[in-house]
């Protein structure tokens, strides 16, 4: 397994942007090139919220966070954010129902970044991530499962874990304090899944984040510059490779818990994305412990 992992993995995942990728649409219907995570920040949040055939939770998401960011802006008008949705490779209205949005609050604080293809989560999440202008960069996800507002929450746990070596740190949202309730709700078979995916996680990757598939996590942006250069896996365990790579270059990362609430709707097929999930794991192990994967800074071309 350890040979096989080693010789069939790609040295680093592409980086690479199709044209139309290189461009967003304005409020007004004009392109503007993308700005790039290496240019200096020029808003204190980016918001980035991938979304894949989103057009019936994201609505209910984007009015949640936008009427939240509206509201810490008139009480604190050096607070400036953006929220940039990634389509990533919809077939539904999700653009459509998105460019609304930016229609209505503007391109300065709306963003919507089509992707020519679906690259799957973590694919997306990069691509918003390289194309954003935050000091702060919040991953979230479209259904609006975690209540905006909590923000703050992973806010304080970043601002606690300072000084940060590099400018690099992590706050992690977690509900592993619902998971007792959640098992209640659960068939003994995904519960089963749940805690296989659990140990896999704590045996061969991450051992001090107890949640680490919340998708509400905030970073700085050199630790979001570094983490998601370095990142092999685009789909549903990218959020393990991306706490895994943290781990290795030591940036300080904590688990805050936040509200959570179960949408309808998931993307995840209960056995078989497990069952990738568990592979992926596996081979995130053995490719950076064979030297397979290394740690690199590159930019998005």
Same mark, same amino acid.
């Given at each position: 397994?350890?040979?096989?992992?080693?010789? #069939?993995?790609?040295?680093?995942?592409?980086?690479?942007?199709?044209? *139309?990728?290189?461009?967003?649409?304005?409020?007004?219907?004009?392109?503007?090139?993308?700005?790039?995570?290496?240019?200096?920040?020029?808003? *204190?949040?980016?918001?980035?919220?991938?979304?894949?055939?989103? *057009?019936?939770?994201?609505?209910?998401?984007?009015?949640?966070?936008?009427?939240?960011?509206?509201?810490?802006?008139?009480?604190?008008?050096?607070? #400036?954010?953006?929220?940039?949705?990634?389509?990533?490779?919809? %077939?539904?209205?999700? #653009?459509?129902?998105?460019?609304?949005?930016?229609? %209505?609050?503007?391109?300065? &604080?709306? !963003?919507?970044?089509?992707?020519?293809?679906?690259?799957?989560?973590?694919?997306?999440?990069?691509?918003?991530?390289?194309?954003?202008?935050? &000091? %702060?960069?919040?991953?979230?996800?479209?259904?609006? @499962?975690?209540?905006?507002?909590?923000?703050?929450?992973? $806010?304080?746990?970043?601002?606690?874990?300072?000084?940060?070596?590099?400018?690099? @740190?992590?706050?992690?949202?977690?509900?592993?304090?619902?998971?007792?309730?959640?098992?209640?709700?659960?068939?003994?078979?995904?519960?089963?899944?749940?805690?296989?995916?659990?140990?896999?996680?704590?045996?061969?990757?991450?051992?001090?984040?107890?949640?680490?598939?919340?998708?509400? &996590?905030?970073?700085?942006?050199?630790? /979001?510059?570094?983490?998601?250069?370095?990142?092999?896996?685009?789909?549903?365990?990218?959020?393990?490779?991306?706490?895994?790579? /943290?781990?290795?270059?030591?940036?300080?990362? /904590?688990?805050? /818990?936040?509200?959570?609430?179960?949408? $309808?709707?998931?993307?995840?097929?209960?056995?078989?994305?497990?069952?990738?999930?568990?592979?992926?794991?596996?081979?995130?192990?053995? !490719?950076?412990?064979?030297? @397979?994967?290394?740690?690199?800074?590159?930019?998005?071309?």
């Amino acid at each position: 397994i350890c040979t096989i992992a080693h010789v #069939t993995a790609k040295k680093m995942p592409t980086l690479h942007r199709h044209e *139309e990728e290189k461009f967003f649409v304005n409020a007004e219907g004009r392109k503007e090139p993308v700005p790039s995570i290496h240019d200096p920040p020029t808003r *204190e949040l980016s918001v980035v919220v991938p979304s894949y055939n989103e *057009e019936d939770r994201l609505p209910l998401m984007m009015d949640e966070a936008l009427d939240y960011l509206e509201k810490r802006q008139k009480r604190d008008p050096s607070f #400036t954010y953006e929220v940039i949705v990634v389509n990533d490779g919809s %077939k539904d209205q999700t #653009t459509k129902v998105a460019m609304e949005y930016c229609k %209505k609050y503007g391109s300065n &604080k709306v !963003r919507v970044l089509s992707l020519v293809k679906n690259r799957g989560k973590g694919g997306a999440v990069r691509m918003g991530v390289f194309s954003s202008r935050g &000091k %702060k960069i919040l991953m979230a996800d479209a259904d609006g @499962a975690t209540k905006f507002a909590d923000t703050e929450k992973v $806010e304080e746990g970043l601002k606690n874990l300072q000084p940060w070596p590099n400018q690099m @740190a992590i706050s992690c949202g977690s509900r592993a304090h619902l998971e007792k309730d959640s098992i209640a709700k659960r068939s003994y078979f995904r519960t089963l899944l749940m805690y296989g995916f659990h140990f896999l996680v704590w045996f061969l990757c991450v051992k001090e984040i107890r949640d680490t598939q919340c998708g509400f &996590k905030l970073l700085t942006r050199e630790a /979001a510059l570094r983490t998601f250069s370095s990142l092999h896996i685009e789909r549903w365990a990218f959020d393990v490779e991306l706490l895994y790579i /943290a781990q290795r270059l030591k940036i300080p990362i /904590a688990e805050v /818990a936040v509200n959570w609430t179960e949408i $309808e709707g998931s993307k995840l097929v209960p056995f078989w994305s497990w069952l990738q999930m568990g592979k992926d794991l596996l081979f995130i192990r053995l !490719r950076y412990m064979t030297g @397979a994967w290394q740690l690199e800074t590159r930019k998005c071309n």
